[in-house]
């Protein structure tokens, strides 16, 4: 049952700090953040050795019957789901730690909402993790993608973020919208949704109904973990806290593409052709990220478009067939990501929140000790020096290319060489050289406190030990491969390549760096706007796309329903007032008026009648008598007669 | 006896009662007009009474009996009237009293 609590503990507390944020106080959300996440690992501990030793399924209930197929809902722990939930869970807590560090400025402002979405973030993603069937996955994916967009827009008071908040959620949306249609379609080919008995089904099934319904699925995929060509929101989501891109790029997020591809790489690989997609969005997305990310100077967004590019690694790796590469490589990668994160948190906390553009600090390694160790370390992790963690992975990944073809092979050391080149331009800049703050910032820059520097060096020791595991990982996953060591060989020279450039061009300043710019500016500019993708989706699709609908809402709204609307009260305001005028007027008031005139007239003659004159009063009775007395005659005549 | 005939009666009835009229729309004088109307109801006594006489009735003459005493309370009551005026307003003609003119 200790699988269970793995899941729970983070949406107990979820719960918990979300209704009674306000009387915990943010520091005692932040510190039960944290013991939750931490317990959550320890009880993932001995459910990753029980599924080891023999995979199991947790059934929990049935959630709805379609005609005569029932979904349960359940937990699926097997070697991959039990490892990626202990890896998640123990990246996680050390981030929750650090962030109580970080948020400190903003306790007392209803931080408390921060704690309480970080636990939604981590349940969403261990339940993609360890759900049983898709519609599971599924959920946790939609959770995924909103607490994303409430952590991304948490500084909600600036618009910068608010937009890129709205920008992850459509994009992600879109993403979406391809898993959810992946769904349907694997449900219309296998019948079910169950992972295990969809496994058992693949070789039943045509290879192109798996194919297109493959493809659909990576679609998600690719939209969650931003892969070109729905990429632009995963750099211009570092607009929110410094934890919530640490948390979005190592544990959650961006690897549930990754690991969803892993967890149904059976289908997969029932599919030749989508892996064959698989394999060039991420070689593509690779280079195309490396790239973009050596010319950017947001000490954020390098490290961001470094995700993306090792994400588009491990695609490549996932579709070449390597799949346990790609898993390790996650794994390892969420450690050393969340390290050079964290370091980068602790500088932008250094200098209160306000300073982000790398060629504004300089010269702080003598001030931050612990960062700058903390960074070099994940920098060389990401580079792939040995015996960093980074080595081991991305060695075995660019091996397993090599393997399938050369082309694949020198686009990965290329990359590699790439990645060290920008991680350590990045490293150098901020923390060698100049001190360039100086003048700027008011104060000098102080190492942040141990809450804050814990989570450091514990994530800065696993980005070196992870790596020894590799043997270990793989034995468990049950594939055994060979180190090649020509392979190793160039892959750390191509990224003591990159460094050593990066080294001489931004310490030693052989090339003077704003000439090199000047000259280069085109390509510059081309990386600087990730090959004009984002000016593109942003000038181009929605601006388009706005001047579509507010032509739709001139022609449409305005002309034809207002037009119409407007045309036919016009046409009876003038009707009524036809009406009014021929009827109202014409008939009825001068009727009225006429029979006034008359009535008046009338009178005014008849009261010449009235002389006042005993006399003529006499001779009008005598007249009214003979009068009614000949009526009475002439009828009394006729009544006889 | 040598009865006189009905229509007789009726005869003198018919010119004074048309004398009576006439004085009352003709003369301009009040106290005139006060006695055209005597006229006028005596003439109606006459025609009730010379009927009563031929056909040898009692109800007529009853008739003509309220006819006098009315003819007197009018009587007393116009001339009550008439002095009203002429104390008020020194006229006796009808053509000076016409305040209910329209």
Redesign the interface.
């Known amino acids: 049952m200790e699988g269970l609590f793995v899941i729970l503990i983070p949406l107990v507390v979820f719960a918990v700090v979300g209704l009674l944020g306000r009387r915990i106080g943010d520091l005692g959300s932040g510190i039960l953040t944290t013991l939750g996440g931490f317990l959550s690992f320890l009880f993932s501990i001995p459910t990753t050795i029980r599924a080891i030793e023999e995979p199991f399924q947790i059934k929990l209930y049935e959630f709805i019957t379609v005609g005569d197929y029932t979904l349960k809902v359940g937990l699926y722990f097997d070697e991959l789901s039990s490892i990626t939930a202990s890896v998640v869970t123990l990246v996680a807590s050390l981030i929750f730690l650090y962030s109580i560090g970080y948020m400190e400025h903003y306790f007392g402002r209803w931080a408390y909402k921060f704690y309480a979405y970080l636990n939604l973030f981590l349940f969403s993603m261990l339940l993609i993790v360890l759900s049983d069937n898709l519609l599971g996955i599924f959920f946790g994916w939609e959770g995924v993608g909103l607490a994303s967009y409430l952590l991304i827009g948490y500084y909600h008071e600036q618009k910068k973020a608010t937009d890129s908040a709205l920008e992850a959620f459509v994009m992600n949306r879109v993403g979406d919208w391809f898993f959810l249609f992946g769904i349907i379609s694997v449900f219309l080919i296998f019948g079910t949704l169950d992972i295990v008995e969809i496994f058992g089904k693949v070789g039943e099934v045509e290879s192109h109904l798996i194919g297109l319904s493959t493809l659909l699925l990576f679609g998600g995929a690719v939209g969650k973990s931003g892969q070109v060509p729905l990429h632009t929101w995963l750099p211009n989501a570092m607009a929110g806290p410094t934890p919530v891109s640490a948390l979005l790029h190592a544990a959650t997020m961006v690897a549930a593409g990754v690991y969803m591809v892993a967890r149904l790489y059976p289908v997969f690989e029932a599919a030749p052709e989508t892996l064959k997609v698989v394999a060039l969005v991420g070689g593509i997305t690779a280079l195309f990220a490396a790239l973009a990310a050596t010319s950017h100077t947001d000490i954020k967004k390098i490290i961001a478009f470094s995700t993306m590019s090792q994400l588009g690694y491990m695609y490549l790796g996932l579709g070449l067939g390597d799949r346990e590469g790609a898993m390790f490589h996650l794994t390892t990668h969420a450690f050393f990501k969340a390290l050079l994160f964290l370091s980068a948190g602790s500088v932008i906390v250094a200098f209160h929140h306000k300073v982000y553009d790398i060629y504004r600090f300089g010269g702080l390694k003598g001030y931050m000790p612990v960062s700058h160790a903390s960074f070099v370390v994940g920098a060389l992790a990401l580079a792939g020096i040995f015996p960093f963690s980074g080595f081991w992975s991305k060695d075995r990944l660019i091996g397993s290319y090599f393997e399938v073809s050369f082309v694949w092979g020198v686009i990965g050391v290329l990359v590699g060489f790439i990645t060290a080149y920008y991680i350590f331009r990045e490293g150098f800049v901020v923390f060698w050289g100049k001190e360039r703050w100086r003048g700027v910032a008011g104060e000098e820059p102080r190492e942040v406190g141990g809450v804050m520097s814990v989570p450091m060096v514990v994530l800065g020791v696993m980005s070196v030990l992870v790596g020894f595991l590799e043997g270990w990982y793989m034995g468990v996953m049950g594939v055994r491969k060979e180190l090649h060591i020509e392979v190793a060989v160039i892959s750390v020279l191509a990224g003591l390549m990159g460094i050593g450039v990066a080294y001489l061009v931004y310490v030693r300043g052989v090339v003077d760096v704003g000439k090199a710019y000047e000259s280069l500016r085109g390509l510059h500019t081309t990386f600087r706007e990730q090959f004009f993708t984002e000016k593109l989706y942003h000038k181009v699709l929605a601006w388009g796309y706005l001047r579509s609908s507010r032509f739709a809402y001139n022609l449409g709204d305005r002309t034809v329903i207002d037009g119409t609307i407007n045309l036919t009260y016009r046409s009876l305001l003038k009707v009524f007032k036809l009406v009014w005028k021929a009827f109202d007027i014409k008939s009825i008031d001068i009727l009225i008026h006429t029979l006034a005139i008359g009535m008046f007239r009338g009178g005014r003659v008849l009261r010449n009648l009235q002389t006042g004159l005993l006399n003529n009063y006499v001779m009008f009775l005598l007249m009214g008598v003979v009068l009614i007395l000949g009526i009475m005659l002439y009828a009394l005549d006729r009544v006889k007669g | 006896m040598k009865t006189i005939p009905v229509e007789a009666y009726f005869a003198v009835s018919m010119i004074l009662f048309g004398l009576g009229?006439l004085g009352?729309?003709?003369?301009?004088n009040l106290i005139t007009?006060l006695m055209s109307l005597e006229l006028a109801l005596n003439a109606v006594n006459v025609a009730f009474v010379g009927a009563d006489a031929h056909m040898g009735l009692v109800e007529g003459q009853i008739f003509a009996l309220f006819i006098i005493a009315l003819a007197a309370v009018e009587a007393a009551v116009g001339l009550g009237i008439i002095i009203a005026i002429f104390r008020y307003r020194y006229v006796e003609s009808?053509?000076e009293?016409?305040?209910?003119?329209?």
């Open positions: 009229i009352l729309i003709a003369r301009r007009v009808t053509d009293i016409t305040d209910m003119r329209g």
